[in-house]
């Protein structure tokens, strides 16, 4: 299994991104996927996570400006950021939880992709 995250750039204070992390591979479900993020010299941390059947969660620091979803026919899932500020500046990583064809859930990791907000 594989997950191959995108959208990640260089936007403006108060501009909009999204991104998209696609799973992939001998799949038989995706539970709990998210997003974390990792900021230069801190930890990483939860932004927003989504279930297969649509309830999400957020951090504090980014409600009201980031939206969670998903497409279960594809296996994706998408985080819209509006508004964004300075501090979002990170590397976000997408997650998902995927029980296989063997039928055992493993936890999987996207490779990142770095969201840059500055003027």
């Known amino acids: 299994v594989q997950l191959q995250a995108s959208g990640g750039g260089l936007v403006q204070p108060g501009g909009s991104l999204r991104l998209s992390c696609a799973a992939s591979g001998s799949i038989f479900r995706v539970n709990v996927m998210g997003w974390y993020r990792q900021a230069p010299g801190k930890q990483r941390e939860l932004v927003a996570t989504?279930?297969?059947?649509?309830?999400?969660k957020y951090a504090d620091s980014v409600k009201g400006r980031f939206t969670i979803s998903r497409d279960n026919a594809k296996n994706t899932v998408y985080l819209q950021m509006n508004a964004l500020k300075p501090e979002d500046t990170a590397v976000y990583y997408c997650?998902?939880?995927?029980?296989?064809?063997?039928?055992?859930?493993?936890?999987?990791w996207g490779q990142g992709t770095l969201v840059t907000v500055s003027s």
């Open positions: 997650n998902a939880a995927v029980i296989d064809r063997t039928f055992k859930e493993r936890n999987y």
């Open positions: 989504i279930t297969s059947d649509g309830s999400t």
